[in-house]
């Protein structure tokens, strides 16, 4: 059974402060990763993809992966108080019949606090 | 700019009773995707569609079936509906295998009484 793992949290951290979100996943052979945001009572909304290691930066956000870790991370500076949702966290699953299958995570509920 | 549309938005239904839940997509994608989401289980998909004419099972396809009505439409039905089934339903598209992601619609909320 292939696994992407968060902590669900609740995260709370002070507005400005840094946010920091993990993951991990227990395949191998994924090769991309998400992150979507989700609003209560609403749909999930993707932020960011990444697929090479090391960083990827946009904006407020960075994205971090580490493959020989199986360790997927998201930063998000100076947080404000619209950043509080659950961040979900997915692997894409890329081999057999599963290809193009998003496996998610629970999420984690990031609070920003005024 | 309609991206993923469903409907409906929210649904009550009694125990064996049937209903299709609809979904569209107007960006041109060729895969869709049928998701449902459950307090402490995340979303969990149900079907697929890697492109038209054909589906396939996700992890918790049991309670249902689904038609890959034309490359625009996906619909996702409950034949007989059971008070397991109750949960947030969303509908997903994407334009290859994934590479960039999925859009999702705005979730149908379904109770079964």
């Known amino acids: 059974q292939k696994e992407v793992e968060q902590n669900s949290g609740p995260l709370s951290v002070p507005e400005g402060a840094i946010a920091s979100l993990n993951c991990t996943y227990s395949?191998?052979?994924?090769?991309?990763f998400f992150w979507y945001r989700q609003y209560s009572g609403k749909s999930p909304e993707l932020i960011m993809f990444?697929?090479?290691?090391g960083d990827k930066e946009d904006g407020r956000f960075t994205a971090q992966l580490n493959k020989a870790s199986q360790y997927v991370s998201l930063l998000i500076r100076d947080s404000q108080p619209s950043d509080s949702a659950t961040y979900l966290c997915?692997?894409?699953?890329?081999?057999?019949?599963?290809?193009?299958?998003?496996?998610f995570g629970k999420g984690t509920k990031l609070s920003v606090k005024p | 700019n309609a991206g993923v549309t469903q409907t409906p938005k929210f649904q009550v239904l009694k125990t064996g009773q049937s209903m299709t839940l609809q979904c569209a997509q107007d960006m041109n994608h060729n895969s869709m995707y049928w998701y449902r989401q459950d307090p402490g289980m995340g979303l969990r998909l149900i079907y697929y569609s890697a492109s038209e004419g054909t589906t396939d099972k996700g992890e918790v396809p049991n309670g249902y079936n689904v038609s890959r009505l034309n490359k625009r439409e996906f619909s996702l039905r409950l034949e007989s509906a059971a008070p397991s089934q109750t949960s947030v339903y969303f509908c997903?598209?994407?334009?290859?295998?994934?590479?960039?992601?999925?859009?999702f619609g705005s979730g149908t909320r379904l109770t079964v009484v």
């Open positions: 997915a692997a894409l699953m890329n081999y057999g019949g599963s290809q193009g299958n998003l496996i």
């Open positions: 997903a598209s994407s334009a290859g295998q994934g590479s960039h992601g999925y859009t």
């Open positions: 990444i697929y090479s290691n």
């Open positions: 395949d191998r052979g994924s090769q991309s």
